[in-house]
């Protein structure tokens, strides 16, 4: 009989301080070749509630043997398995079933991220949940769309173009936002017709191994998805630096997005596709209705706790009403909640909640000040204040690096040129916002920004046909949108001698 891959007893329905039960956590193993097996080496590693601290399951951790395995399957079931060969209609119907089976499983999934991820649940159900089911869908009805053109040649041939799959894909997924992620990589990959290993961060497989579970139920064939939980340095080695893996989808760190193109370059030369954060600016300015731009700003930096790569950290006001603004947004950023009504969860470990903590301690010792916030939330697991700088200068390290927690820097400006100038003074490239009544300067302001998404009078503008990527060194390729669906497609081009040409 299969292995379920079923965490021992004690590891369900844990208690934390909010009185959410967390479901029985069922799948702890390994996930290759459409069942759940052991690892090679036996080793575990501890995936933690941030809550409150506690263990929550003890994982199978993947190495580069496990690797080995997952790819030699994955790459038997694009040269040899279905689905690369079945119509895009016939993909479409199992995606949809997955999507399906997402959506029943909805409290579940939340309940899991919630744990595992430190996510609110309210913000699993009403969006991260529908949201992905939403990507799966759109793909799904992408699937039978994909193909080549025919080509106006000048000799006596005929020409038309093919789209192939690219063949077995890894994704190195990261966790903020587990289930998001596994979908906006994985989906695109499924409708091109590619195979997958999936390594999920070491801090939030839960929901992944989940996924590959109802990928199964779903009727995906055996190989086509594999689910690998292990660490950057060894799991995550091992996929980019794999001669048989065809592609690679990151999203994480600057500093790992370059050791994965070196892997890439020095094994077999793979195409790479990274998003590697930011440190997006939100420039108001002074015809702004102060209270939506206060919401927007608060909803644009503290979402998920600050743990989004998109998150404003960086606040530039006009002059004109930047007092009245810095006095609303403290008062509002008081009144957000940690409890089981919460606006905020904690941050994903006590690494990351180490980490902000010390960007708030520097940000105080360079000089800014502290307006709001700063300090840890309770007792027990790892939540802190929204926090609040003014004062802060573009050489400071919280104005320049990614923080991934809960901090803002306010700034003030004066010109629109300067404001400009201000947004663009980061290595970063991945969002931006933009807050006025005034269109000409909308427009003006966001072609001049650089930046791969900028939103006026709205912030987290996503949508699955929008393209999502970053410039500089936020990184390059596409999530989200028909862009996103090319990195997994590789043109080929068919060229046919006429009868009666010269060839004959």
């Known amino acids: 009989m299969e292995s379920t891959g079923r965490a021992p007893l004690g590891n369900g329905r844990i208690g934390n301080p909010g009185g959410l039960v967390v479901p029985e956590i069922k799948f702890t193993k390994l996930f290759i070749n459409g069942r759940f097996v052991d690892n090679v080496s036996g080793q575990t590693f501890d995936t933690r509630d941030p809550r409150t601290g506690d263990v929550l399951a003890t994982i199978a951790e993947a190495d580069k043997d496990d690797l080995d395995l997952a790819v030699k399957n994955a ?46 649940l309210s913000m699993g159900k009403a969006v991260d949940i529908p949201a992905a089911v939403q990507i ?20 006596d041939t005929q020409g038309y173009t093919l789209k192939d799959p690219i063949g077995v894909v890894g994704h190195i997924i990261p966790w903020n936002y587990p289930t998001m992620m596994f979908f906006l990589k994985n989906a695109p990959a499924l409708a091109a017709g590619c195979t997958m290993v999936v390594k999920p961060a070491e801090q939030t497989p839960l929901s992944a191994l ?7 139920m779903a009727g995906v064939p055996d190989g086509v998805v594999n689910v690998v939980p292990g660490f950057g340095p060894t799991a995550g080695a091992a996929v980019s630096s794999h001669m048989d893996v065809d592609s690679v989808s990151f999203t994480g760190s600057q500093e790992v997005g370059r050791a994965i193109m070196r892997a890439a370059a020095q094994s077999n030369l793979k195409n790479v596709s990274l998003e590697l954060g930011g ?18 700003s608060q909803l644009a930096c503290f979402t998920n706790k600050g743990e989004i790569c998109v998150a404003t950290s960086r606040v530039y006001v006009q002059e004109g009403i930047y007092d009245a603004l810095v006095k609303k947004i403290v008062e509002a950023a008081r009144e957000w909640r940690f409890d089981t009504k919460a606006n905020m969860g904690p941050q994903v ?43 802060v200068r573009e050489d400071m390290n919280i104005a320049q690096d990614e923080l991934f927690g809960p901090v803002m820097a306010l700034m003030k400006f004066k010109t629109v040129d300067e404001a400009i ?10 969002a931006a916002g933009i807050v006025t009544k005034e269109l000409n300067l909308a427009n003006t302001v966001s072609r001049s920004i650089r930046a791969g998404a900028v939103w006026v009078n709205c912030y987290f503008g996503f949508d699955p046909d929008a393209p999502f990527g970053g410039y ?33």
């Open 75 to 120: 790459r038997e079931a694009f040269d040899h398995g279905p689905w690369p060969r079945m119509s895009g209609y016939e993909r479409a119907r199992i995606m949809t079933k997955f999507a399906d089976l997402v959506e029943a499983f909805i409290e579940e999934l939340a309940a899991l991220d919630t744990a595992d991820a430190g996510k609110t």
């Open 136 to 155: 799966m869908r759109y793909y799904a009805g992408a699937a039978d769309k994909l193909h080549g053109q025919p080509l106006k040649m000048n000799q």
């Open 210 to 216: 989940f996924y590959a579970h109802l990928a199964r």
């Open 279 to 296: 440190k997006s600016p939100v420039i108001i300015f002074d015809d702004a209705d102060v209270d939506m731009a206060v919401s927007l």
């Open 349 to 391: 470990d006590k690494k990351q909640f180490e980490r902000v903590l010390k960007y708030i301690d520097l940000g105080k010792r360079e000089g800014a000040t502290l307006l709001t916030g700063g300090k840890t939330n309770g007792d027990k697991g790892y939540y802190i204040q929204p926090t609040i700088f003014l004062d």
């Open 421 to 430: 100038q201000k947004a663009n003074c980061t290595k970063y490239g991945l």
């Open 472 to 504: 500089k060194m936020s990184g390059f390729g596409k999530d989200r949108g028909v862009l996103a669906i090319d990195q997994y497609l590789k043109a080929k081009t068919v060229n046919t001698a006429i009868p009666n040409s010269p060839w004959y």
